[in-house]
Nanobody, 124 residues
């Protein structure tokens, strides 16, 4: 069983920064990948960023490219999402998720395990 626990959300003004963390525990393999998704009220869950568990091949949604950075600390089993130049449209609940492989990582259906989510609110 895998558990994912997010932290780091909060309220920030537009242009500010936040760093989200996702601590993973349980059994998973080196072929796994971690992703961040977000869901705003009334919207579908959307892909934000992904990285393989070995730290290779970070990939971002166009809406966050150049502003967000995904990374992982292998020793701590933790994945981070550094969010800079935040905009009001970034407001959402952010979820981390674990996929069993490195394929089709922009699709939420690829992921088997999900965290509980952390709220990010960006004020204008």
């Amino acid at each position: 069983q895998v558990q994912l626990v997010e932290s780091g959300g909060g309220l920030v003004q537009a242009g500010g920064s936040l760093r989200l963390s996702c601590a993973a525990s349980g059994r998973f393999t080196g072929s796994s990948a971690m992703g961040w998704f977000r869901q705003a009220p009334g919207n579908e869950r959307e892909f934000v960023a992904t990285i393989t568990w070995t730290g290779a091949y970070p990939y971002y949604a166009d809406s966050v490219k150049g502003r967000f950075t995904i990374s992982r600390d292998y020793a701590k089993n933790t994945v981070y999402l550094q969010m800079n130049s935040l905009k009001p449209e970034d407001t959402a609940v952010y979820y981390c998720a674990l996929a069993p492989s490195n394929w089709n990582l922009a699709a939420s259906r690829t992921y088997d395990y999900w965290g509980q989510g952390t709220q990010v609110t960006v004020s204008s």
